[in-house]
């Protein structure tokens, strides 16, 4: 029985040392009003003058946008070449009109020294409205192309995207 229990332990041991979180942000501990992409602030960088503030709703406090049109949310990593990494973020987008509007992409980009390189996208169409939806990438990366952007990207004007659940994890294989 003491074997067992040994193995079973060491077994644990080995699963929670399996993934190492390098980010992530469930924006519980921000100020309300605090804004994403503010130098100052939590170093989000926010493409077309997108604003971003931190909102609380039912005792939950995630990132919010502006309804304007072309709402980017943009986060940079320097990462490890050949290391594979999931990045899961939770999602949602408020209109009252049509579905098409509140659509909205993930993508994991890479500069290179001669060129971009897509490690992979979500494309989340016509979701419902007021409804929290969780996407994952998993990519590796490569030589040359380690500083690593994650992308989310709302087009439509008149829709509010939310954030919640920030999270970029390295996995140990």
Do not use: C
Not at 2 to 20: D, G, H, R, W
Not at 29 to 49: C, E, P, R, V
Not at 65 to 81: C, G, H, M, Y
Request: charged content about 25%; glycine content about 6%; hydrophobic content about 35%.
């Amino acid at each position: 029985m003491k074997i067992a229990n040994t193995y079973l332990f060491l077994f644990l041991v080995t699963i929670s040392f399996a993934q190492e979180d390098l980010y992530y942000e469930d924006f519980e501990s921000q100020d309300i009003g605090a804004k994403l992409t503010s130098w100052k602030g939590m170093k989000f960088m926010g493409w077309n003058k997108s604003v971003w503030k931190v909102v609380k709703e039912n005792d939950n406090r995630f990132g919010q946008s502006s309804d304007q049109q072309k709402v980017f949310l943009v986060k940079t990593f320097d990462l490890e070449a050949g290391a594979t990494y999931r990045w899961s973020v939770d999602t949602k987008v408020v209109n009252n009109g049509q579905g098409w509007k509140r659509s909205h992409t993930l993508t994991v980009t890479a500069k290179g020294d001669n060129d971009n390189h897509k490690y992979g996208f979500v494309s989340v169409d016509e979701p419902t409205s007021n409804k929290w939806n969780s996407s994952t990438i998993e990519f590796t990366v490569l030589d040359g192309k380690t500083n690593v952007s994650l992308q989310i990207f709302r087009f439509a004007e008149g829709a509010v995207m939310a954030v919640d659940n920030y999270k970029l994890t390295k996995l140990q294989y």
